[in-house]
């Protein structure tokens, strides 16, 4: 009975793939001298051990395929802390058998004592296809597969299967689509047989492998005419739903078109509406915005030709809570506004709060350097025109407070020579 490299290189791959929680706690167990028996049920290939913890459970380890595969006596039934420890104990003594090598060595199984019975799962429809197909009774792998499937079966009874459960079957998952439901079949299977081609179309369907000892069995033949019929079926569903959205009313909205400005204050810039020409412009507030937003999200908003480059440039852009305001001292907010105001928008969209549009120089401004007046003052920088003239009143941040600046403002530098 000789343990094969392929075998020992292979406990180290089931061993990686174990759940790192689940494994230290293996470790534990087996460090502990948890693993009470070992067997060789059939050489290179069953084993089976005994090992303790809140009881003694049986787990069989089975290489076929070439991987371990494993079933537990536990609540976890395969793939737990008592398998990782009869998993440590087996490399453990083979290594030990070996004088270290990893080429080859030995486990015995004790004398005068039969090999341990390993449980199968229920006979069932997929139970006795698949016996019958193989033409032996199943292995520990392969009963433990079966079992799983007989688990998933039971559990559709109750409610509709989700990704876990095929996680469980295939011993992988998608942990964000965790509890996501599966639409597997148009009604449940009338036994876990046809249960398990419905779950063997799905994997088909993903690109996903499942045990090559299942294939014998696997007829997707006697499922497609109903699935094909399915399949159709959710389609004409799908094309009704998106005809009849024809027939709903035109989504409604306010009977004038909406009109925006940019109103710039000492300390921040912010939106105001009308709909009605001629009327005054109103203040943007939080109902405001939740009217105009859903209008906007059915599709039901008009905008005035002026407001559409404010709308585009304001809706949502940077911060979902307040996006009509634009805080100076806010750091996100500065360099959305920055891009706003380099909009070419009409002279009315953007206004001083005494409703003045927006004085903009024809050139760009200039930091113009001012020497002290005596020897104890500080160097000034100020704005200044392309020709020295003092700028136009202007809002702007520094240091991280904002000002309004006009020509009797100056930002003072000290320690200038």
């Known amino acids: 009975m ?3 490299k392929d075998l020992l290189q292979s406990i180290e791959c089931f061993l990686e793939l174990v759940p790192v929680q689940t494994r230290q706690r293996g470790r534990g167990y087996h460090a502990s001298g948890n693993v009470l028996e070992l067997e060789c049920v059939e050489p290179d290939h069953l084993y089976a ?28 039934q395969y793939d737990c802390k008592h398998v990782v420890a009869a998993m440590l104990e087996l490399r453990r003594r083979a290594l030990a058998d070996a004088g270290g090598s990893s080429s080859a060595t030995v486990i015995q199984a004790p004398k005068n004592k039969p ?16 016996v019958e ?4 009774e199943l292995r520990s792998g392969e009963a433990a597969f079966v079992e799983r499937m007989q688990t998933f ?20 998952g998608n942990a964000y689509s965790y509890w996501q439901e599966l639409k597997l079949w ?5 036994d876990v047989f046809y249960c398990w081609l419905y779950i063997a179309r799905e994997l088909r369907r993903r690109h996903a492998r499942y045990p090559e000892f299942m294939d014998g069995i696997t007829d997707l033949s006697l499922i497609e005419a109903e699935m094909a019929a399915w399949e159709r079926e959710k389609e004409v569903a799908h094309w009704k739903d998106w005809f009849r959205n024809f027939a709903q009313p035109e ?17 921040e810039a912010r939106l105001q509406w009308r709909t009605e020409p001629g009327a005054a412009f109103a203040e943007f507030k939080q109902s405001h915005a939740k009217r105009f937003s859903g209008q906007f999200e059915r599709g039901a908003l008009k905008l005035g030709p002026e407001s559409l480059p404010l709308w585009s440039a304001i809706f949502k852009p940077w911060q979902h809570e307040s996006w009509w305001s634009f805080k100076y001292l806010n750091a996100t907010a500065r360099p959305a506004l920055n891009r706003l105001l380099r909009l070419p928008l009409a002279p009315d969209r953007v206004v001083t709060p005494d409703n003045q549009p927006l004085a903009r120089g024809t050139e760009p401004l200039r930091l113009q350097l001012r020497p002290p007046q005596n020897g104890d003052a500080n160097y000034e920088i100020v704005l200044a025109t392309a020709d020295g003239s003092p700028p136009p009143k202007i809002h702007c941040t520094l240091a991280g407070h904002a000002s309004s600046y006009s020509t009797s403002r100056s930002l003072v530098v000290d320690g200038i020579a």
């Open 153 to 172: 079966y039971t559990t559709t009874s109750v409610r509709p299967p989700v990704e876990s459960d095929l996680g469980l079957i295939t011993g992988g």
């Open 186 to 190: 148009p009604e449940r299977p009338r």
């Open 251 to 267: 989504p409604a909205s306010d009977a004038g078109a909406l009109e925006l400005r940019l109103v710039l204050h000492p300390d």
């Open 133 to 136: 197909n193989l033409g032996r």
């Open 49 to 76: 051990a005994v090992v303790r913890g809140g009881e003694d459970y049986e787990v069989g380890l089975e290489f076929a395929d070439k991987q371990w595969a494993s079933d537990c006596s536990c609540p976890m």
């Open 2 to 4: 000789i343990l094969r």
């Open 115 to 130: 090999p341990r019975d390993i449980p199968g799962p229920p006979r069932s429809p997929l139970y006795n296809r698949l």
